[in-house]
T-cell receptor, first 111, second 114 residues
Framework: KQEVTQIPAALSVPEGENLVLNCSFT??????LQWFRQDPGKGLTSLLL?????REQTSGRLNASLDKSSGRSTLYIAASQPGDSATYLC??????????FGTGTRLQVFP | DVKVTQSSRYLVKRTGEKVFLECVQD?????MFWYRQDPGLGLRLIYF???????EKGDIPEGYSVSREKKERFSLILESASTNQTSMYLC?????????????FGPGTRLTVL
């Protein structure tokens, strides 16, 4: 059974720091991995989608990498800002269209 | 931009009531999903649908049913609401296919069952 773990569960950093969020999964047979952002009380916003054949994807200050063989993905946020404060979720997809989610990393960036 | 809308942001219902949660997407996506999100448990899939009138059970279908009469609309039904169904409910949609299909989420409905 696929399990997805995110470490750390919570992170608090000063503005301007570069930071890394981690996601690990137990079964490497995935089709893709998706990173989401969720603001308190809101829905999920898709940030990046990495196909199983890809190593990384970039969008602005965000860079996500995927190492399928070791069951890991990282989300790198450059020059963090208070507006980046949110919960970040990763999710993996196997042979159907179902996503399996991690429990998230709650990020706070303070001025 | 893909838009997924949910009929209510907040709902308060009483135990035993029949509850309908509506989701509409405007991108002609084949797939639609209903999740619930609870602290410490993350997002769990309740039901999903690949096409009109088709439905598949997710990981926690007990106490729920769904309806997909039109491609753009996917309804979640709580036949007899119970307090343990108090949760945040999230709807999502995606294109059919094994790859390149991001899931796009609605804003969520926070349901409280008293």
């Amino acid at each position: 059974k696929q399990e997805v773990t995110q470490i750390p569960a919570a992170l608090s950093v000063p503005e301007g720091e570069n930071l890394v969020l981690n996601c690990s999964f137990t079964d490497s047979a995935i089709y893709n991995l998706q990173w989401f952002r969720q603001d308190p009380g809101k829905g999920l916003t898709s940030l990046l989608l990495i196909q199983s054949s890809q190593r990384e994807q970039t969008s602005g200050r965000l860079n996500a990498s995927l190492d399928k063989s070791s069951g890991r993905s990282t989300l790198y946020i450059a020059a963090s800002q208070p507006g980046d404060s949110a919960t970040y979720l990763c999710a993996v997809r196997k042979s159907t269209d179902k996503l399996i989610f991690g429990t998230g990393t709650r990020l706070q960036v303070f001025p | 931009d893909v838009k997924v809308t949910q009929s209510s942001r907040y709902l308060v219902k009483r135990t035993g009531e029949k509850v309908f949660l509506e989701c509409v997407q405007d991108m002609d996506h084949e797939n639609m999903f209903w999740y619930r999100q609870d602290p410490g448990l993350g997002l769990r899939l309740i039901y999903f649908s690949y096409d009109v009138k088709m439905k598949e059970k997710g990981d926690i279908p007990e106490g729920y049913s769904v309806s997909r009469e039109k491609k753009e609309r996917f309804s979640l039904i709580l036949e007899s609401a119970s307090t343990n169904q108090t949760s945040m409910y999230l709807c999502a949609s995606s294109n059919l296919g094994l790859a390149f299909n991001e899931q796009f989420f609605g804003p969520g409905t926070r349901l409280t069952v008293l």
